[in-house]
């Protein structure tokens, strides 16, 4: 997969943050969280400089909130679905861009979306996928997901 293409992805689909000097900076993001970098939660394991909003994030710890973020993403992609690295890139692409937004939990109950992968019936899949919260809750982003899904159709 194409890790710098999913980057591009996310930073998209995760908006960045940056002050007039073109700095990185904390923001809340939709569910009132402080957030940094590319869709990075701050937690309790961050320094607690960056649990305030508005502060600055220097572009190495972007890089490396990144870098340790999608780590985790692909490490649950791959227990989620046993032939993750067998997948087509897009299809790779559009599960991890979902396992960022949504986490393995979350990710984890879209159960008809994961039949329809593991069949390679990529309309089904994308039908799972729309049939969701997550459809209503991030129409842009679900939109391009599912249509990028159907692409895939009359692929292995």
């Not at 870098?67 to 791959?78: A, F, G, H, Y």
Request: charged letters at 30%; a negative charge; hydrophobic letters at 35%.
């Amino acid at each position: 997969m194409d890790i710098d293409q999913l980057r591009k992805e996310l930073e998209l689909d995760e908006g960045v943050k940056k002050n007039d000097k073109g700095n990185h900076i904390s923001y809340f993001c939709s569910q009132n969280v402080v957030t940094g970098g590319i869709g990075h939660m701050i937690t309790e394991w961050d320094d607690e400089k960056y649990h305030e909003v508005g502060v600055e994030i220097s572009d190495e710890q972007v890089k490396a909130w990144f870098n340790k973020d999608i780590e985790t993403v692909l490490s649950d992609c791959e227990l989620l679905y046993d032939d993750f690295d067998h997948l087509p890139d897009e299809a790779q692409l559009i599960i991890a861009n979902m396992m960022f937004n949504l986490g393995r939990n979350r990710l984890g109950a879209f159960i008809g979306m994961k039949a329809g992968v593991d069949a390679r019936d990529w309309n089904k899949a994308a039908d799972e996928m729309i049939d969701s919260k997550w459809y209503e809750q991030v129409p842009n982003r679900a939109g391009r997901l599912v249509k990028r899904m159907r692409s895939l159709h009359g692929s292995i």
